[in-house]
């Protein structure tokens, strides 16, 4: 719209129309918010087919620039096909609309309807399964639109996951698909048409690695379903069948789902002491906490992982909790859960890039700020990576491994919050050692370090040292004098055949933190 501001006016131009929903009526109907602040009869709803929003986010503001000239984005969207008739009407608050209806406008809208294709989604056997879908028209722009997503869709992603045999309603014309399911699969793109009727698009997964068939298990263990990226308005953060669904489609194996201060006594209603119903053989999903808005906090946040019990004794808020981590930790050990600390390296950062180095850190982050206390008791089974710069969270796990200890290294995302771009963005690879999936057994294969972190792009499989495998006997070689050993693995990486200069160019602080690309190294000339 071409806005003529010859006032100089910079309050925020607002839109309405008789033809369009109110946004609290919105919320109530589509969303399940809460109630309206006004009664809002049947035909009101039902009478009202347009949806209409200003677009006031980045790269715009919300309010007007003053400018003699300006352009703003009005989002329109019909819930009807055919031709429609809309009274369309501005103004930039109280006072300002115009007496007599001369503000407003009528305006003919041809509405064109949208079309249900149906995804038939198959993975590497053939099998039906879940996957993520960019979708894209001709001038780029990605259906479904992202402002206007719910969930299980989230409006801060670009793709979408779904099912075998789901459908999606697009606009006929035609389309770029990417599509894949996570790191260990290729990304795959085609280009596909919507016609006038109902049609159904084929898609065909490829892995380049597949660790579960050696017995290497994929898993996350720090997923948020509430607070950071998430709505905690009308509805507080999403539900599991939302989060089950991402899992999937990212091939996790292990989905811990950590309930913290956000939302913290709706999302605590999930918690069941066991995997979620909404599990599959493939895909666990487990509703944990996370020690994050409590009053320990500022000595760094926690998880924890496989709890039987998910209120400290004695706490009905979560201001009774305690006050420092070691009284958190015992107690969640007691009952048999796997701990440690999150995002460990906020709060430990240092200018060396080296490893180890000697700078002393400030401690004064939200990360393994206490862990230097806890560990000395034998509390923390590990520290988190990937989701902070690795010299950062690395250099105290090495400092302490050097002075006798034994806590492990797990891979977190901390979706939707340090990464927001997908669940499984770091992640720990436990071997089960022939055993079937099973949450209880991953979180010890993590505790006992019988397991590698990874960014899923990168895999160092059946590592040993003199033919002992990581994470059994504790993971000691005992040497009777110094001598040469014999280190065996099977190293996998996917890169692209052009190396990526502007990850490899960025310092170890900038994200991403762990990516394939950083340890690439250089080709001498002649050799391929």
């Given amino acids: 719209m071409k806005v003529r501001n010859e006032g100089g006016v910079t309050a925020q131009l607002k839109a309405e129309s008789t033809q369009a929903l109110p946004v609290y009526a919105r919320a109530k109907e589509f969303v399940g918010g809460p109630n309206p602040p006004q009664t809002i009869k049947p035909h009101d709803v039902i009478d009202r087919w347009l949806d209409l929003a200003m677009f006031d986010k980045a790269p715009l503001n919300a309010a007007l620039s003053g400018l ?267 009952q048999g859960a796997v701990v440690g600390f999150a995002h460990s390296g906020w709060g430990l950062e240092v200018k060396s890039d080296q490893l180890p180095n000697y700078e002393l850190p400030k401690f004064d982050g939200i990360g393994a700020n206490e862990y230097v206390v806890d560990v000395t008791h034998d509390a923390v089974d590990f520290i988190s990576a990937v989701d902070t710069p690795f010299v950062w969270e690395l250099n105290v796990w090495y400092h302490t491994l ?24 770091g992640r720990s690879y436990v071997a089960l050692d022939g055993k079937k999936l099973d949450y209880d057994a991953w979180i010890r294969g993590v505790r006992d370090g019988r397991a590698y972190v990874s960014d899923g792009k990168s895999h160092l499989l059946d590592f040993k040292v003199n033919n002992l495998a990581v994470g059994t006997n504790k993971s000691e070689l005992r040497l009777k004098q110094p001598s040469a050993v014999r280190v065996t693995a099977q190293a996998a990486a996917l890169l692209d055949e052009k190396p990526n200069e502007a990850t490899r160019a960025k310092r170890y602080d900038v994200q991403p933190y762990w990516d394939a690309e950083r340890a690439r190294w250089p080709v001498a000339p002649g050799d391929s």
């Fill in 402 to 425: 050097n002075s006798g200890f034994r806590t492990r290294l797990s891979g977190e995302t901390d979706f939707p919050c340090i990464y927001g771009e997908r669940v499984g963005l």
């Fill in 68 to 334: 003699n000239l300006e352009y703003r984005v009005i989002q329109l969207y019909s819930r009807d096909a055919g031709r429609r008739e809309a009274q369309l009407g501005f103004n930039v608050g109280q006072g300002t609309q115009d007496i007599g209806f001369r503000n407003d406008a009528a305006i003919l809208f041809n509405c064109l309807p949208a079309v249900d294709t149906t995804l038939r989604v198959r993975d590497e056997r053939g099998r039906p399964t879940t996957a993520s879908f960019i979708i894209r028209d001709w001038q780029g722009r990605i259906y479904p639109s992202r402002s206007k997503r719910l969930a299980p869709d989230f409006a801060f992603h670009p793709q979408i996951y779904r099912e075998d045999g789901e459908r999606i309603r697009l606009p006929a014309g035609d389309y770029e698909v990417e599509y894949t399911r996570g790191p260990e699969y290729l990304v795959r793109r085609q280009t596909l048409t919507v016609g006038a009727d109902s049609g159904t698009w084929s898609f065909q997964l490829e892995r380049w690695i597949n660790p579960a068939a050696r017995g290497w298990y994929a898993g996350d263990h720090h997923i948020h379903a509430a607070g950071c990226l998430h709505y905690e308005s009308p509805t507080q953060g999403v539900l599991p069948e939302d989060m089950i669904r991402h899992i999937k489609g990212e091939a996790l194996s292990i989905g811990a789902v950590l309930t913290w201060g956000p939302c913290y006594y709706y999302q605590k209603q999930f918690f069941e002491a066991k995997i979620n119903q909404l599990s599959t053989a493939e895909n666990l999903m487990r509703y944990d906490v996370e020690i994050s808005g409590f009053p320990s906090s500022h000595n760094g946040h926690l998880a924890l992982l496989g709890l039987r019990q998910q209120d400290y004794p004695g706490a009905t808020k979560l201001e009774d909790w305690p006050t420092w981590n070691l009284p958190i930790l015992r107690w969640a050990k007691a």
